[in-house]
């Protein structure tokens, strides 16, 4: 019970007044969350069509895998057009790969020819190597270095760096290295230009009152066809004129190039 009537009518006022304020702000707040709902209502509204029109978009282009799709008119031709471009470019590039290829092909382009009709061969050479033909009853023996000073001279004991010589019959077992001369030797057989042939290669032991002196590296290949023994012999001495290292070149001139006619 209120002490006196103007302090109960005070209190009453401030309760109602509390009342009031209660109210007030339990609307603010179903207000407020009212206006969050909507909110979030629209922007779930909002989202729900930029991806619906980004998905028909994709599905559009997706969709141009038809006939104009491959091809490049209407809406679906950015497509072919994407399309051809990756091809020719992918052609481009095949084609430019493809051109050091053919040229690593063969090297032994833009080499010197020789061709011999009478016995029946030919093949090509550096053409900055010297040449020296020597004829030996009715073959020419082919003398071939990289310098003067490492070519053979014809009818003498120096037969130079390289030769390429023709002989009539079966002479290989007269041309094969072997015996205690040699170290390291090794044999293999070959096949050039459809010819079996054999190939050695070896180290002269020591020097001795003729050929090549202790050291010297030897490779040779052996080819019998058309009645005639074709030797193909490479030497590099250790020192002096005939030092210097062309049997990658040589390897290449007998391998690639040596030929024999019908």
Known sequence: MCAGFARCAILGQIAELDQREERTVLRQSDAGQRRNAWVALLAMSLLGLGLGALLTGCGGKAGSTGPTGTGGTGASGDAGKVGGGSSASAAATSTASAAPAASAADPTAG????????????????????????????????????????????????????????????????????????????????????????????????????????????????????????????????????????????????????????
């Open 111 to 262: 080499w010197t020819r020789y061709s011999d009709a009478t016995d029946q061969f030919s093949f090509r050479y550096p053409p900055s190597w010297v040449k020296r033909t020597c004829l030996a009853d009715t073959h020419a023996s082919v003398y071939l270095a990289p310098i003067d000073a490492a070519l053979g001279i014809c009818n003498s004991g120096f037969g130079g760096q390289l030769v390429i010589s023709p002989s009539t019959g079966d002479q290989r077992a007269n041309y094969q290295l072997s015996g205690a001369s040699y170290t390291d030797l090794v044999t293999t057989t070959v096949t050039v230009a459809g010819v079996s042939g054999q190939r050695q290669s070896a180290t002269v032991v020591a020097s001795g009152p003729v050929g090549p002196e202790g050291g010297t590296k030897i490779v040779q290949y052996l080819f019998f066809v058309h009645g005639r023994t074709y030797l193909c012999y490479y030497s590099q001495a250790p020192a002096g004129p005939t030092h210097t290292n062309v049997l990658p070149d040589f390897e290449r001139l007998v391998t690639l190039t040596l030929a024999f006619t019908a």
